[in-house]
């Protein structure tokens, strides 16, 4: 019973890790407790699983009906993330190569892909090195100023790298979404991606400016955006409300501590502690 039994604990230490979101504290604050708690029982669960699949390989210990339960069911997982990733990687090479098959245009200076639609939009649609795409409808509904503020926002992504970071990040949500909590937490990420992305901006650009044309385009934008692999500017309900207040009235934050998520992630990688004691209880008990 003790490889179901590991499967069963990762669950449960990982369902107790991801709660809910809070939305009391600061910036900095929310932002790494929202990584914590969608990346360490992540990172527990896989290496969990994978060390099932090294300990309870067929001749071993799979032949007992919880050898065999544990082991195929942390194959099935592992196949079922790796599809996710290669799901997700296909549909963002698709998006590469939309976004690249558009006219190169420049829209205040920025180079960047035109696509001719009267719909205001603009994103960065991509991986390391994204495209920013925008429409036609944008530019004929936005004076200067307000454009210009629009894309410092979207440079500010392009600075923190989000299209790459949210690609994994967005892979973890959907290999653990058994787990609870996990789309509020990704939701949560979202959300406190686009206040840091407006935060940046806001070192260059008026914040007010930035929050009036965050309200125009809301009202205005009716194209979804592609969020795992996709930066976009918008915002409604809710996270809208909030993000005007934060650039209206903003707080004096700390930076947070980095050693904040790096000090929980040996808490994901604790399973594979048990790979030496494993190999000497066979060389023991043979």
């Known amino acids: 019973m003790i490889h179901l039994a590991l499967v069963l604990l990762a669950v449960l230490v990982g369902g107790g890790l991801r709660g809910r979101p809070r939305r009391a504290g600061g910036w900095c604050w929310r932002w790494n407790a929202a990584l914590v708690q969608l990346l360490v029982p992540g990172l527990l669960f896989a290496t969990t699983a994978a060390t099932i699949l090294w ?13 065999v339960a544990a082991y195929w069911l942390s194959a099935a997982w592992w196949v079922y993330a790796l599809a996710v990733g290669a799901g997700n990687s296909w549909s963002c090479a698709r998006a590469i190569r939309a976004a690249r098959a558009l006219p190169v245009a420049s829209v205040a200076g920025h180079r ?14 991509g991986f390391w090195q994204p495209q920013l795409v925008f429409t036609s409808g944008l530019v ?11 894309l410092a926002h979207e440079q500010a992504h392009r600075h923190y790298r989000d299209t790459f970071w949210f690609f994994w990040l967005g892979w973890t949500h959907r290999a653990t979404a058994f787990l609870p909590h996990s789309e509020a937490l990704w939701q949560e990420l979202l959300a406190l991606r686009e206040l840091r992305a407006d935060r940046h901006a806001a070192r260059s650009v008026d914040g007010l400016l930035l929050a009036e044309a965050l309200v125009a385009l809301a009202g ?17 309900g809710e996270r809208l409300s909030e993000r005007v207040e934060a650039l ?7 930076q947070a501590q980095r050693g904040g998520v790096w000090g929980w ?3 994901g990688l604790l399973p594979l502690l048990t790979w030496p004691l494993h190999g000497l209880a066979r060389h023991l008990c043979p």
């Open 140 to 150: 004929a509904s936005m004076g200067g100023a307000q454009l210009g503020a629009v």
């Open 112 to 125: 960047a892909r035109l696509l001719d639609e009267g719909t205001p939009y603009i994103a960065l649609v």
């Open 55 to 67: 300990m309870g390989t067929p001749g071993v210990a799979s032949w007992r009906w919880d050898g």
């Open 220 to 236: 205005s934008c009716r194209l979804p955006a592609a969020t795992a692999f996709a930066a976009a500017v918008y915002s409604r």
């Open 265 to 267: 992630l040996p808490v």
């Open 248 to 254: 209206i009235a903003p707080k004096d934050e700390r």
